[in-house]
């Protein structure tokens, strides 16, 4: 053993110890750091090879894309027949809507992310354009899709179906649930015992049963409690029960964010002069908002993801128009490429937005910086 | 002039007001609310009356718990679908809980590979309606596995197939009332042990292994009490009769898919829960654990996990009762749930909309509300006092 003697302040600078870094480092500290971490990764791998080895399978390799029946894919491969899907392509995205008409549809889901844009990137240049454009758009949307005007075409409620009904349903709710569920967690927290009774009441109500519930109400019901004579579309029911529904679960979130402000907070703005509408405009609601966003989206993820429960009560959603296909005695029994499909789209979509959720909180987190 | 300017300047009296004021709008709409279902009940000839709950509902369910023909009464057949629904919430709880604990562990752990699978099938499963995870299950088990003549056989004794899943059944014989009073006399003994131990501690701090000696207590005392009274239960074995299983326990289709779909998605909601839970304990916790010179095992169970629970179990419980109230979508599949039975087959024999939503709604409603009240008190039990 030579030891070498250096001068004060001169020592080299030593490699790291070997096998802690690169490739070799990481493996070693991420996936094998003991025995019990070992065989963890052992069984993760196993399991992750006959998975993938299935799924590639199943999905493309052995899969038949175009056919006329269950029994035609069966005769060219095993794997799974997504000529249920292809066949009806048109069916899932837009229902029984004309298909003269669809590019209507195609037009107004494009342009809802130009009206949604400016609300949900506040950087964007020209926003304040943009945002009259928002403000414009459900005009725009709602003379595009149901016609009627200028010339277009009118088309009945009953037509509508697939991936554009979950689009309708699911915007049209988290549009008009958020302000509704505002109010609601600012009447829970009001002074006024009156106001806050009525907002527990009707929170506690909406949370405390079933969607499906609401929707049977909404849809055999809700004409018993308006006058003799009057009658609305189903659709319009439906988005009404959605709407109240999330809006009790927003208020609830919300109010855990109105909860959380400090104390000082409302002394400071009382020291102010501020009243009560200035507080709540200037003070609690932003830094409430702020805290409750991931609360928030979940929340329209949920409401989301229940459109499909429409299918109970006979509208067509994608679940409505796959279940359709699989009556038809040429598809039956292909539920699982059928669902795996839709849930594909639900997946995709709820992903997005919890990733923009993710976005914006630390976009919004000021703390940390 | 100055009079009502100065009552609307006056915070209290300006509050009364505005209160009143509602309170006149909330009467003016209930009473234009019941005026309008009056004038339609009028209009179709229908009044409101809960006599159809004791007529003969005159519908079969093929999943009871309780004895049931069709000749009973909409009230049974209604008690019928709450134990149902009862049923399938207490296997999906079970499923969920341990699938999700198990998985927001993982999520945790060093193993780079272990932790995204489990990040990967959280996304998957939450991201996806539970509704398609219902459908989706039961594709599977009505679709893919086998009819009940070609069922997958697990040991001969329990069956799998597109019929269901068939279990042996265990019948109990006379002398099995040993054997409950046995595991009555466990769990007294193992609760008062484990108070004694507790204090016992608490005064000399000397630790008994309390856990194991009560597991230990409450799985040998009914074992030799089943041995003492002659093994008084027989098991009864599912056997292939004509077309169909015969005997044994059945798990119709609709109860396995359900079960399955609704364990699955919740377990990825507590799998974040759990996740959160440890992770919201100060880091500080740990180390300090970790620095007087305990165990890993021992930093979990009696630093983190007993302060990880405060933060968990809130929500938690509301996972469970979404789990129960998801179960209602059973109508879409067909099991026989509340929903399905009271709000569906009886709705739509007796007409009568009003009354069996509202009776519906009533129920979940009060398990809910009984469920947040349980939950109200267990926080302010475990809240953290300042001092």
Not at chain 2, 185 to 201: M, N
């Amino acid at each position: 053993m030579s030891e070498k003697t250096y001068k004060p302040g001169n020592y080299p600078d030593l490699p790291p110890p070997p096998g802690t870094v690169g490739v070799y480092g990481w493996i070693k500290q991420n996936l094998f750091s003991s025995i019990s971490n070992s065989l963890l990764t052992i069984i993760s791998v196993v399991l992750l090879y006959y998975l993938i080895d299935g799924i590639i399978g199943w999905f493309f390799l052995d899969a038949v894309f175009d056919a006329d029946s269950k029994i035609a894919c069966r005769k060219i491969d095993n794997g799974a027949c997504w000529a249920v899907i292809t066949r009806r392509v048109g069916q899932f995205v837009y229902g029984f809507y004309p298909e003269t008409e669809r590019w209507r549809i195609d037009i107004t889901f494009l342009t809802m992310f130009v009206a949604f844009a400016p609300l949900l990137y506040p950087d964007i240049p020209k926003r304040k354009w943009l945002l009259y454009f928002s403000v414009f758009y459900p005009f725009f949307a709602f003379v595009l899709i149901m016609g009627g005007y200028f010339g277009l075409q009118k088309i009945e409620y009953s037509l509508f179906g697939g991936f554009m009904l979950t689009v309708i349903l699911g915007v049209c709710g988290i549009v008009c649930s958020l302000p509704l569920g505002i109010l609601l967690a600012l009447g829970r927290q009001s002074n006024l015992t009156v106001v806050r009774t009525l907002s527990v009441c009707f929170i506690e109500f909406m949370r405390g049963v079933p969607l499906i519930t609401l929707l049977f109400v909404a849809s055999s019901m809700l004409n018993y409690f308006l006058p003799p004579g009057t009658n609305f579309s189903i659709l319009v029911r439906v988005i009404i029960m959605f709407t109240f529904f999330s809006a009790a679960y927003i208020a609830e979130v919300i109010r855990g964010g109105i909860q959380a402000i400090p104390k000082g907070q409302y002394e400071a703005a009382d020291a102010l002069g501020m009243n009560y509408w200035q507080k709540t405009r200037f003070i609690t609601l932003p830094q409430a908002l702020k805290i409750s966003i991931p609360g928030i989206v979940n929340t329209f993820i949920g409401l989301y993801k229940d459109t499909t429960l429409v299918v109970v009560i006979g509208l067509l959603d994608p679940l409505g128009i796959g279940r359709a296909a699989l009556a038809d005695t040429k598809w039956n029994g292909l539920s699982t490429e059928t669902y795996l499909f839709v849930a594909l789209f639900f997946f995709v979509s709820c992903f997005a937005m919890s990733r923009y959720s993710l976005w914006l909180e630390n976009k919004l987190n000021t703390d940390k910086k | 002039m100055t009079f009502f300017s100065n009552i609307w300047r006056n915070e209290k009296s300006r509050e009364l007001i505005v209160q009143i004021i509602v309170l006149f709008f909330l009467g003016w709409f209930i009473s234009w609310l019941v005026m309008n279902v009056n004038a339609n009940f009028e209009a179709l000839g229908k009044d409101i009356s809960f006599e159809f709950l004791f007529i003969p509902a005159g519908y079969d369910i093929n999943q009871y718990l309780i004895d049931y023909n069709n000749r009973d009464s909409h009230l049974r057949a209604g008690i019928v679908g709450l134990l149902n629904t009862g049923l399938v919430a207490f296997f999906g709880i079970i499923l969920a809980t341990v699938l999700g604990i198990a998985l927001g562990i993982i999520r945790l752990s060093k193993n780079w590979l272990a932790s995204k699978i489990a990040y990967w099938y959280v996304e998957f499963t939450r991201n996806v309606p539970i509704l398609l995870h219902i459908l989706l299950w039961h594709g599977i088990i009505i679709n893919t596995l086998p009819h009940p003549r070609k069922a997958i056989s697990l040991g001969e004794v329990t069956f799998l197939s597109n019929r269901g899943f068939y279990i042996p059944k265990p019948l109990t014989e006379t002398g099995i009332e040993l054997v409950y009073l046995f595991f009555v006399i466990a769990i007294i003994f193992s609760i008062l042990f484990a108070k004694y131990c507790k204090r016992k501690q608490d005064l000399t701090g000397i630790q008994y292994p309390v856990f194991w000696i009560n597991v230990s207590v409450i799985c040998f005392l009914p074992l030799i009490a089943f041995f003492i009274s002659g093994m008084p239960v027989s098991l009864e074995i599912p056997a292939l009769k004509g077309f169909n299983f015969r005997g044994g326990m059945h798990m119709s289709p609709e109860l396995a898919a359900l079960t399955f779909a609704l364990g699955i998605y919740t377990a990825a909601f507590i799998a974040e829960i759990v996740r959160a839970g440890i992770l919201a304990i100060d880091k500080g916790q740990r180390e300090a654990a970790e620095s007087i010179g305990l165990k890993p095992s021992k930093v979990m169970n009696l630093v983190i996990l007993p302060q990880a629970r405060r933060v968990i179990i809130p929500p938690l419980t509301s996972q469970y009762l979404n789990l129960t109230k998801n179960s209602s979508l059973a109508i879409a599949i067909g099991y026989m749930d509340l929903v399905a039975t009271l709000g569906g087959i009886s709705l739509n024999q007796t007409g009568r909309e009003m009354e069996t939503m509202l009776i519906v709604m009533l129920i979940y409603l009060s398990v809910s509300l009984s469920i947040s009240a349980l939950m109200n008190w267990y926080n302010s039990k475990v809240k953290l006092v300042g001092r």
